[in-house]
């Protein structure tokens, strides 16, 4: 499975943006794919993921802020990001998962500055 994310960048305090993530290779049928993120010296973290029957899950700090959304159609998963904070600067790691298996994504930056 390759996983091709895009959607980063810089944006300002209170500003949006969305990432999206598209799934190929050998895909199941029953999966969940989402999106994790890491701040420097910190650890990766969960930020949201989405399963192939449409349960989300949400970290705290970002619930109310983003939505997870995905197209099974084509595999794709986005997370639109609305009234971003400082906090929320890290690189973003989209993820695949199927029983025991998951991949990762390249990860892309997003920073939140004034």
């Known amino acids: 499975v390759q996983l091709q994310a895009s959607g980063g960048g810089l944006v300002q305090p209170g500003g949006s943006l969305r990432l999206s993530c598209e799934a190929s290779?050998?895909?199941?049928?029953?999966?969940?794919m989402g999106w994790y993120r890491q701040a420097p010296g910190k650890q990766r973290e969960l930020v949201a993921l989405i399963n192939s029957g449409g349960s989300k899950t949400y970290a705290g700090s970002v619930s109310g802020r983003f939505t997870i959304s995905r197209d099974n159609a084509e595999n794709t998963v986005y997370l639109q990001m609305n009234n971003l904070k400082p906090e929320d600067t890290a690189v973003y790691y989209c993820y695949y998962g199927t029983g025991s298996v998951y991949y990762w994504g390249q990860g892309t930056q997003v920073t939140v500055s004034s």
């Open positions: 290779g050998s895909i199941f049928a029953i999966n969940a």
